[in-house]
Nanobody, 121 residues
Framework: EVHVVESGGDSVQAGGSLRLSCTAS????????MGWYRQAPENECELVSIINSDGSTLYTDSVKGRFTISRDNAKNTVTLQMNSLKEEDTAVYYC???????????????RSQGTLVTVSS
């Protein structure tokens, strides 16, 4: 069973920085793509960033140049460094995995407890 625990969410002023962390278990972390999604009030769950098992990364356009995703396979952790935060970054952030086994594929999304990021002007 996929289990992730997010931390690091907080309330900050626009222009500030936060570092989100996620510890994962229940699957083969090294072979899995990992990512961060977010969901703002009355909005749909959206992809923020993905770091693939090979270390390649992808960012949604609105966070490019401001957010950096990284992973530590030795610790089963994935981190999202968020700089130059904007009010529109306010959301619950969810850590998620993306992988397939011989039996099924785990689809990423906003399913864990998440961590709340609030950015004020």
């Amino acid at each position: 069973e996929v289990h992730v625990v997010e931390s690091g969410g907080d309330s900050v002023q626009a222009g500030g920085s936060l570092r989100l962390s996620c510890t994962a278990s229940g699957f083969t972390f090294d072979d899995s793509d990992m990512g961060w999604y977010r969901q703002a009030p009355e909005n749909e769950c959206e992809l923020v960033s993905i770091i693939n098992s090979d270390g390649s990364t992808l960012y949604t356009d609105s966070v490019k140049g401001r957010f950096t995703i990284s992973r530590d396979n030795a610790k089963n952790t994935v981190t999202l460094q968020m700089n130059s935060l904007k009010e529109e970054d306010t959301a619950v952030y969810y850590c998620t995995a993306r992988f397939c086994t011989s039996e099924h594929c785990y689809v990423p999304g906003c399913r864990s407890q998440g961590t709340l990021v609030t950015v004020s002007s």
